[in-house]
């Protein structure tokens, strides 16, 4: 089994900065895609940005030049780090990775999700 652990949630002021981090843990060869997705209330999950086992990044319009994601390998984590936040960015926001298990599978996991609230 796979668990997803987010942190790094919380309130802040418009114009502050947060950074998200997300451990994999349990049976995992190796981890494909690292990604954050958002979900406001009555909104759809959308993707924020994601990463390639390679360094490769892609960000959503709407969080361009503003955020960041990394990962680090050796530690299965995946992070985001965000600046210039405003109240749009306000959403649970949700760790998913696409992870291939010792069987050779591929599964498609999602964090439990953490919750950020941009006050004005």
């Known amino acids: 089994q796979v668990q997803l652990v987010e942190s790094g949630g919380g309130l802040v002021q418009a114009g502050g900065s947060l950074r998200l981090s997300c451990v994999a843990s349990?049976?995992?060869?190796?981890?494909?895609?690292m990604g954050w997705y958002r979900q406001a209330p009555g909104k759809q999950r959308e993707l924020v940005a994601d990463?390639?086992?390679?360094?490769?990044?892609n960000y959503a319009e709407f969080v361009k030049g503003r955020v960041v994601i990394s990962r680090d390998n050796a530690k299965k984590t995946v992070f985001l780090q965000m600046d210039s936040l405003k109240p749009e960015d306000t959403a649970v926001y949700y760790c998913?990775?696409?992870?291939?298990?010792?069987?050779?599978?591929?599964?498609?996991?999602w964090g439990q999700g953490t919750q950020v609230t941009v006050s004005l």
């Open positions: 990463i390639t086992s390679i360094g490769i990044t």
């Open positions: 998913y990775c696409n992870i291939v298990g010792r069987g050779g599978l591929k599964v498609g996991y």
């Open positions: 349990g049976s995992i060869f190796s981890i494909n895609v």
